[in-house]
């Protein structure tokens, strides 16, 4: 019960054999190995992941070409891969992670219904996260799904977060314990005081690539951003919300010149519904054929009035 509530307070560690697990950049230990995820606020994907022992960051989270410690790294210490917007705006669904010991890519699957992230190297996906369905799984607790490239059916690690949300802990198939992450109690404090605090503590088991495991706690926390929502904002909402900055008064002149066709639209919604309700029979596709063009014209009028215009 308490380990349901809060997390297991007493975890058992056992030897993993390397040639069984995920791999991705061969961070093997022959010990259990601390690591320290920290969110530094420098940028808005900017998570840094430090070694307990040594104290020495091993990786850190970035948007694509935006490495901020590109200017204090005089060295190159850090690897970084180039990356180009093409004019495509900002895409906050994307995140790279750049290290001493080789970087890798964050990318979330355009249509997902359960935040399937992909983590690449290079042009490779090694393996993708996801969360499990609670209608599947049948529990109140959230669990996470780490799975081998981009499948969701060969599963290699199942992440199980307590409901108090202090810990998530990693099994493989035989259900032995390969990682664990753990708000430490400054953390928790932060959260029930301001609502922010973003340390975890990872232990990761040996004979378990850490790297995999850093690489999985980052898609944890970079899940549910989607490359739609990002293609929607950058393509759709930031040019309406430019145009009517610029063109304050023209967005009035065009719903005012297409009012008609709104009127057409409220018109043949009614219609429709009350041919439902009472007709016995009802014209569908007319009512849908009336509706398209309504909000056809209106769309017209609108990106006429903000992208057109001659000012």
């Given at each position: 019960?308490?380990?349901?509530?809060?997390?297991?307070?007493?975890?058992?560690?056992?030897?993993?054999?390397?040639?069984?697990?995920?791999?991705?950049?061969?961070?093997?230990?022959?010990?259990?190995?601390?690591?320290?995820?920290?969110?530094?606020?420098?940028?808005?994907?900017?998570?840094?992941?430090?070694?307990?022992?040594?104290?020495?960051?091993?990786?850190?989270?970035?948007?694509?070409?935006?490495?901020?410690?590109?200017?204090?790294?005089?060295?190159?210490?850090?690897?970084?891969?180039?990356?180009?917007?093409?004019?495509?705006?900002?895409?906050?669904?994307?995140?790279?992670?750049?290290?001493?010991?080789?970087?890798?890519?964050?990318?979330?699957?355009?249509?997902?219904?359960?935040?399937?992230?992909?983590?690449?190297?290079?042009?490779?996906?090694?393996?993708?996260?996801?969360?499990?369905?609670?209608?599947?799984?049948?529990?109140?607790?959230?669990?996470?799904?780490?799975?081998?490239?981009?499948?969701?059916?060969?599963?290699?690690?199942?992440?199980?977060?307590?409901?108090?949300?202090?810990?998530?802990?990693?099994?493989?198939?035989?259900?032995?314990?390969?990682?664990m992450a753990v708000k430490p109690p400054k953390t928790l404090i932060l959260n029930a005081l301001i609502g922010k605090g973003s340390e975890f503590r990872l232990d990761v088991a040996p004979g378990v690539d850490a790297s995999v495991m850093i690489g999985v706690m980052l898609?944890?926390?970079?899940?549910?951003?989607?490359?739609?929502?990002?293609?929607?904002?950058?393509?759709?909402?930031?040019?309406?919300?430019?145009?009517?900055?610029?063109?304050?008064?023209?967005?009035?002149?065009?719903?005012?010149?297409?009012?008609?066709?709104?009127?057409?639209?409220?018109?043949?919604?009614?219609?429709?519904?009350?041919?439902?309700?009472?007709?016995?029979?009802?014209?569908?596709?007319?009512?849908?054929?009336?509706?398209?063009?309504?909000?056809?014209?209106?769309?017209?009028?609108?990106?006429?009035?903000?992208?057109?215009?001659?000012?």
């Amino acid at each position: 019960m308490i380990d349901f509530v809060v997390g297991p307070l007493n975890v058992t560690w056992k030897p993993q054999d390397p040639s069984h697990g995920l791999k991705m950049h061969g961070m093997y230990s022959t010990d259990t190995r601390t690591y320290v995820l920290k969110k530094a606020h420098i940028s808005y994907d900017d998570w840094r992941v430090f070694d307990a022992y040594t104290k020495q960051m091993l990786f850190n989270s970035h948007h694509p070409g935006k490495n901020p410690l590109g200017s204090m790294d005089p060295l190159g210490v850090f690897n970084t891969e180039e990356y180009t917007t093409a004019g495509f705006g900002e895409w906050e669904a994307l995140c790279d992670v750049s290290g001493a010991g080789g970087g890798f890519k964050i990318r979330p699957k355009n249509m997902t219904r359960h935040g399937r992230t992909n983590i690449k190297v290079g042009d490779t996906v090694l393996f993708n996260v996801a969360k499990r369905s609670k209608f599947r799984t049948m529990s109140l607790q959230s669990q996470f799904s780490i799975s081998d490239g981009d499948h969701k059916t060969k599963t290699r690690y199942i992440g199980v977060a307590d409901i108090g949300k202090r810990t998530i802990k990693f099994v493989n198939d035989r259900n032995e314990l390969v990682a664990m992450a753990v708000k430490p109690p400054k953390t928790l404090i932060l959260n029930a005081l301001i609502g922010k605090g973003s340390e975890f503590r990872l232990d990761v088991a040996p004979g378990v690539d850490a790297s995999v495991m850093i690489g999985v706690m980052l898609g944890i926390l970079h899940m549910g951003k989607n490359l739609m929502k990002d293609a929607f904002g950058n393509f759709v909402k930031e040019p309406l919300v430019d145009g009517v900055v610029s063109n304050p008064g023209e967005i009035f002149d065009a719903i005012a010149e297409h009012s008609g066709e709104i009127g057409s639209v409220a018109g043949a919604v009614g219609g429709g519904i009350a041919g439902a309700v009472g007709a016995d029979e009802m014209d569908v596709g007319d009512v849908f054929s009336k509706i398209g063009h309504g909000i056809s014209a209106v769309g017209g009028g609108i990106w006429d009035a903000f992208f057109n215009s001659d000012d």
